[in-house]
């Protein structure tokens, strides 16, 4: 980062250059000053009302873990490819509308009705449900592997920026075809979810469910401690149980829902506020649905062989060929892996916000890349991480610094983390090629 | 003298001057109608939008989706000034253009002042450079507004209207182009470090920004004639064919002079290898602030052009998804070929906005936007280097030293 101005001084005379020690730490107090104006601004926020604050941070959250599935396609495809893949935000549109169909034209989340009149509801409401996420998985993904196929795979041994321009093009063209009166039309449709939204309030949320989310956060954290102490003291198989997918989930699927749960159940009267926060089911099932995808894709980038097959071929391509890796193979399917998450966050999102519209992956797909940077491009925990921080910067920068600004501050926050991390939170140094 | 120079050089004043008379001859005469005279403005536009990026990314390989906030600034910084000169404010004269000169003078000493030290960071010089900005201008608004107000007034007045009015024109573009380029200067100190991909989406966040600032003009930013989002009326149309070939041709000239100086080597040298470049004694930091800072105040210079033209400004015109017409042009037409840019840029207009719009017939309108990544994909497919390649006009083209004949191949390694 640190980059001089060398240049001899004039008339040949040498010029007594001093240490810029005392410029850089200037800088560096004016921009903490900055941050500690913000954190005055959250702060002050946050003391005048503590519960609107927490709402948003709840709101930042749900945000965030849908930025996460698509982060995730993102890094990944980063990863492998080097390419910004553009289109991903449409991918994420078409998984939107592709739910839409399902729910308003043909119904598919009542399926479970057709097949056994006498089921109840709320079993056929979480498998109609299931089935729709399926759904658009399915179709995003099926979408992500066309575009790949057809669009990236003939480019492969082209400049990087040819690929880059058909990403785009691709990008409009799934828009834009979209907006043509008999696919999408270009209006903003009202999406009907697939089930009720429900809002619990403190007293609809059983004592004994926070105790259960908190027991079993703990008894994963224990046993996470566990694995990780007896792997420290030479017990192999305890490391590849401590990065057990089941114990990854548990810690972060229970972390989470503890937290929010006690957040939401507890209610105090102090000084004539009330603090009685609700939650809605749709930001559990956000949090749920994000957690298990996330984790399952850690699962299979982790533990299987195409996953071995993808880290080796982002590591190194052409060596992985020699090893005999199917590369073109591996990238179909991350493709189609970062498509299918790319789906479920769509309907997730489209469900949060209630509207589908046939520009609505730009921003969203944007924002999710951003994410991905700041936690590192390449690295699963690293979109996780970086999308969680992307949703909340977002949503408490419009709620109490300037409501236009969102997108702004967003993108600032790439510029000032790429800054202080160039290669973002989780990410790894570049090998320095010369 | 005309035999002292070369047959390149005449040809080109020649062909400049056929383009520019024949051009000027059809308006004056009403064989081109407004629809058609403004196609060929926004097209000059365009063209020196694209230039400004192929400077940028053709040439010094720093890929960037930003060109479109730049033209933005320009647009409406120039457009205030006008606007405010018609209804007898000379505010906007003097802030943007001593604002802009005070700012050049600050840079000059803050340069010499960092010069004196070692090891100095990117964010202590951009810091220094953002406070004297700061500086400058708040000096320009609330000092020289009321001190130099009436005299600019007074001296304008004196003019006859006509002449007073080129001269507040060519303020107005001047003061747009120099506020682009030193946005572009402030922006580009910190985030040109951060790499190939990591600068374009910053760029493209640059965009962003800028189209949210200028939605909200009138409630964030103190300037209610903007109108915010409702979009600027009551700009002058003062915009003549003169005008745009003069400014076509500065773009032309400036752009075609540096890249055949050492400066021009320099930004070359940075685009094939960084590295390298610096191992021979090139300061890639500042040889990339540079080219970025000059593409850029390319694009303000078109941003006042167009907005003389269209006298109607929104920022919808300035969104990101419009941002990505420079990259297609530049591509379309050849990276690092300046001639492909220009005819591109052109033709880009002429057939999106001309002809397809014209002649396609009712409810077909929405389809351009799906032909053209399908014909961008094609083109993709069968000429990724573009349609001129790296093909120049004699005038234009490098006498010396030749131009290696392999593909350019910006930045194949990981970042």
Not at chain 1, 299 to 304: A, K, M, P
Not at chain 1, 334 to 348: E, R
Not at chain 2, 335 to 343: K, N, P, V, Y
């Amino acid at each position: 980062m640190a980059q001089t101005f060398s240049r001899p001084a004039k008339n040949g005379a040498m010029m007594q250059r001093h240490n810029g020690m005392l410029l850089n730490r200037f800088s560096q107090g004016f921009f903490i000053l900055l941050g500690l104006f913000v954190v005055y601004v959250l702060g002050r926020a946050f003391l005048q009302n503590p519960k609107v604050f927490v709402e948003q941070v709840l709101n930042g959250l749900q945000l965030g873990f849908i930025y996460a599935l698509i982060a995730l396609g993102y890094t990944m495809i980063y990863g492998i490819v080097k390419l910004i893949n553009f289109a991903h935000g449409d991918v994420f549109m078409v998984g939107a509308f592709t739910s839409f169909y399902a729910v308003a034209t043909l119904q598919l989340h009542r399926w479970p009705t057709w097949l056994f009149p006498g089921v109840s509801e709320g079993l056929m409401i979480l498998i109609g449900t299931v089935t729709v996420i399926l759904t658009a998985m399915l179709f995003s993904a099926t979408l992500a592997v066309v575009i790949e196929r057809f669009a990236y795979k003939p480019l492969r041994s082209k400049p990087r920026i040819a690929a880059l321009i058909t990403a785009i093009g691709v990008s409009f063209f799934v828009e834009y075809f979209g907006a043509l009166p008999f696919a999408f039309t270009n209006n903003y449709i009202t999406y009907p979810r697939p089930f009720e939204v429900n809002v619990y309030s403190g007293e609809m949320i059983s004592p004994l469910l926070v105790v259960g989310a908190w027991v079993l956060f703990v008894i994963s954290l224990l046993l996470s401690g566990w694995f990780t102490w007896t792997s420290r003291h030479g017990n192999v198989q305890a490391q590849t149980w401590k990065r057990h997918p089941l114990l990854q989930f548990g810690l972060l699927f229970f972390g989470f829902m503890a937290v929010v749960l006690t957040l939401t159940g507890v209610k105090i009267e102090t000084g004539g506020k009330v603090w009685d926060l609700s939650v809605s089911n749709v930001m559990l099932i956000i949090m749920g649905a994000s957690i298990l995808l996330q984790t399952l894709l850690q699962y299979v980038v982790s533990h299987t062989r195409i996953g071995k097959a993808m880290r080796a071929a982002a590591y190194d391509k052409a060596v992985a060929r020699l090893m005999g890796i199917n590369v073109d193979g591996v990238i179909t399917a991350t493709f189609a892996l970062g498509g299918g998450l790319a789906g479920a966050a769509g309907v997730l999102y489209a469900t949060a916000f209630k509207q589908v519209h046939h520009l609505m992956g730009i921003i969203p797909g944007l924002k999710a890349f951003v994410a991905a940077v700041v936690g590192g491009i390449g690295s699963i925990p690293g979109a996780f991480v970086g999308s969680l921080i992307m949703g909340q910067t977002e949503v408490l920068a419009a709620g109490f610094i300037s409501t236009p600004m969102r997108d702004a501050v967003a993108f600032s926050l790439l510029i000032v983390v790429l800054l202080v991390w160039p290669q973002g939170i989780f990410g790894e140094p570049p090998a320095e090629k010369v | 003298m005309l035999r002292r120079m070369r047959k390149s050089t005449v040809y080109f004043i020649a062909g400049g001057l056929i383009i520019f008379v024949v051009i000027q001859l059809l308006l004056s005469l009403g064989i081109l109608n407004n629809y058609w005279r403004g196609i060929i403005f926004w097209g000059a536009a365009i063209s020196m939008v694209a230039l400004g990026l192929n400077l940028i990314y053709g040439f010094n390989g720093q890929f960037s989706l930003g060109q479109y906030g730049f033209y933005a600034i320009g647009a409406y910084a120039s457009a205030d000034i006008t606007y405010r000169w018609v209804h007898s404010d000379p505010s906007g004269i003097v802030v943007v253009l001593f604002g802009s000169l005070l700012t050049l003078g600050l840079y000059v000493a803050v340069t010499a002042f960092l010069r004196r030290f070692y090891g100095v960071t990117v964010m202590a010089r951009f810091t220094f450079y953002i406070l004297a900005t700061i500086l400058a201008f708040a000096i320009a608004v609330a000092g020289l507004v009321p001190l130099l107000g009436p005299a600019v007034n007074s001296i304008l007045q004196v003019l006859p209207a006509a002449i007073s009015r080129q001269i507040v024109f060519f303020v107005a573009l001047l003061g747009g182009a120099c506020l682009a380029g030193i946005a572009s200067f402030l922006f580009g100190i910190p985030v040109l470090e951060l790499g190939s991909d990591y600068f374009g989406i910053a760029t493209l966040g640059f965009t962003i920004i800028v189209k949210v600032l200028l939605d909200n003009t009138d409630t964030i930013l103190p300037f209610p004639e903007m109108k915010g989002a409702r979009g600027m009326i009551g700009i002058p149309q003062w915009t003549t064919w003169p005008w745009v070939f003069a400014s076509l041709l500065l773009v032309i000239l400036v752009m075609r002079n540096v890249l055949h100086s050492s400066v021009g080597r320099a930004i070359v040298s940075v685009r094939e290898d960084e590295r390298a470049a610096e191992l021979v004694g090139i300061d890639a930091a500042t040889t990339k602030v540079l080219a970025f800072v000059l593409g850029s105040v390319f694009a303000g210079l078109a941003g006042g052009i167009r907005a003389h033209d269209l006298a109607f400004l929104h920022p919808q015109s300035f969104n990101f998804i419009q941002s990505f017409n420079p990259l297609i042009i530049v591509v379309f037409g050849g990276l690092s070929s300046m001639t492909g840019t220009i005819i591109t840029g052109f033709f880009w207009i002429f057939l999106l906005e001309g002809l397809l719009r014209l002649y396609l017939p009712e409810g077909f309108e929405t389809w351009r936007l799906v032909v053209y990544p399908l014909v961008l994909l094609v083109m993709m497919l069968l000429r990724p280097e573009g349609l001129f390649g790296r093909y120049e006009i004699p005038f234009l083209r490098r006498v010396l030293p030749p131009l290696p004949t392999k593909t350019v191949e910006i930045q194949e390694e990981a970042v």
